[in-house]
């Protein structure tokens, strides 16, 4: 255990102020709260306060921002733990008394004695003002981050050193961050990306923009016989995004596993791949739970998983309680879709389209898909299993907000009445969290909606011309050999959209070299 300490202490000492004296290490697994463990007075001894477990919430910043305001905290590590809400919130280490903190190398700023800050391990949003006026001097951004509001770093005068551990400035939005004190800033952003951010709004200001390798590692691989495994090698745990190509076999799904949970991994684009069999796997990147949970959701940390056309079998449980995983692309080649295989995706939002061909959605496909806004289903879906789309795990204040688009002119029908229905609730708790969603149909199929009892529930429906009732029967040709194959959509402008037509929004594009209004 001394061993532990100790080299926690020399972990911090990199990062806190140079003539920081005590550093505190929390362990929130038992307890609720920072304050059921550190006194208030005690609090404001410390120059450096590291949370090495669990979960932190509002009251738990504010206790941080309290120390640093009216203590001696310069360091906070956060990087070990959840964030509720998945956020940093508004105003959150903003001085309550800024009176001359906007005044370079000042001491008289409530907050200027905040230095350096690691930042929790889930964080995706970093709100309004959150470190206004701070004496911040360096802070990385973790990967997961797509959002960073107006003056979130706004007069953070001291600051000299951003580093970004994310590949692309497309991927989070940070307009209006930071202000005009960054000129004399450092941004630091993974190998190959310095030209996305250098032309992207906000990050543009920055006085110096560099690279470093280690920041975000992306590895090519091409299984020409050998192993993922083998593959990678020495790099399994230490590779951020893997791009894939050749053919796809059950052990190769195990050592992306494997990568994720034990290693860094949190992207995989699989789209120039074929799979064994067509198929997803079972359980292909769910991570086991072994025998310590609270580790187990430290491991869980894919954000993208792009699969490839082609396939026709998502398994059981296949992406099953992946927390993190930001969104869900099934392939428009998909006709079956395992029981549990989005479970737990609770952090995946948008749409999902579920692929014509799909005759059954099985229990709990989506359940707990928390954050969706709209679900997509095809003319071939007949029966929707038990929970396959409760989304909420929880009764929610005012109900749902979710689109449902359903493109059959008949409704799907529940294998089960009652709570066991598709939606999981009984018809009245239905209705209630169902009246704020709308439900589109074809047109003409919207009395056969009201007459329902399960889908009449909801607040709305409308009929579009945007659904057919039916495949359009585009997403696959037939050659002169008789043999299917994929055809390809673009755009007038030339970008390659897919090889569903039914998926895609109005407008003119190009199939097999002609023109197709949608």
């Known amino acids: 255990m001394k061993k532990i300490l100790y080299c926690v202490a020399c972990l911090l000492s990199a990062f806190v102020a140079a003539d920081a004296q005590v550093v505190k290490t929390v362990d929130l697994e038992v307890a609720k709260h920072l304050k059921d463990v550190i006194s208030a007075d005690e609090a404001l001894t410390y120059d450096s306060i590291a949370v090495l477990s669990g979960t932190i919430n509002d009251d738990d910043i504010r206790f941080l921002a309290n120390c640093c305001e009216n203590g001696r905290l310069s360091g906070i590590d956060l990087s070990s733990v959840e964030i ?20 370079k190398n000042s001491s008289d700023g409530s907050l200027s004695k ?19 006026s701070t004496g911040l001097r360096q802070i990385e951004i973790p990967r997961t981050v797509d959002k960073i509001e107006s003056n979130a770093f706004g007069k953070c005068n001291e600051l000299t050193e951003v580093a970004v551990r994310i590949p692309d400035a497309r991927y989070v939005d940070a307009r209006y961050a930071f202000d005009k004190n960054v000129k004399t800033a450092q941004l630091v952003v993974p190998t190959g990306s310095a030209n996305s951010f250098m032309y992207a709004q906000g990050w543009g200001d920055f006085g110096k923009i560099s690279e470093r390798e280690d920041l975000y590692t992306i590895r090519r691989i091409n299984l020409d016989g050998s ?7 020495s790099s399994l745990l230490t590779t951020d995004s893997l791009v894939v190509s050749g053919n796809l076999v059950a052990e190769d799904f195990a050592t992306m596993v494997k990568s994720t ?29 072994g025998e310590d949970v609270k580790k187990w959701r430290k491991r869980k940390k894919l954000l993208y998983v792009t699969l490839p056309e082609g396939i026709t079998s998502i398994g059981e449980g296949a992406f099953s309680s992946n927390g993190k995983l930001r969104c869900i692309n099934i392939p428009s080649s998909v006709t079956n879709i395992g029981e549990d295989a989005y479970y737990g995706c609770t952090y995946a939002s948008g749409s999902v389209t579920v692929p014509e061909g799909v005759s059954r959605l099985m229990p709990s496909v989506f359940e707990n898909c928390s954050f969706l806004t709209e679900i997509r289903l095809p003319s071939t879906l007949s029966i929707m299993d038990t929970r396959s789309l409760r989304l909420q795990p929880n009764y929610l204040a005012g109900g749902w907000h979710v689109n449902f688009k359903v493109n059959r002119m008949t409704p799907p029908k529940s294998s089960k009445e009652e709570s066991d229905n598709a939606f999981g609730f009984d018809p009245i708790d239905l209705a209630d969290n169902l009246r704020y969603c709308t439900l589109y149909v074809p047109v003409g199929a919207k009395p056969a909606y009201e007459a329902d009892e399960m889908w009449s529930c909801f607040g709305n429906i409308i009929e579009t011309s945007d659904l057919t009732g039916g495949t359009s029967g585009i997403a696959a040709a037939i050659t002169s050999a008789g043999k299917t194959v994929d055809t390809r959509i673009y755009t007038l402008d030339g970008r390659y959209v897919g090889t569903d037509l039914n998926r895609l929004g109005r407008g003119v594009y190009v199939v097999n070299g002609k023109k197709v209004v949608r």
């Open 84 to 103: 509720s809400d998945h956020r940093i919130p508004p105003r959150a280490f903003c001085p309550s008394k800024i009176n001359s903190a906007g005044t």
């Open 114 to 132: 905040l230095h350096y800050l690691r930042l929790p391990l889930n964080l995706r949003k970093i709100c309004e003002s959150a470190f206004l």
């Open 227 to 233: 192993g993922l495994a083998a593959q990678l090698g």
């Open 261 to 289: 949970g034990d290693g860094r991994l949190t992207g995989i684009d699989l789209t120039a791949c074929t799979v064994e069999n067509n198929a997803i796997p079972d359980d292909a990147f769910y991570v086991p739970v």
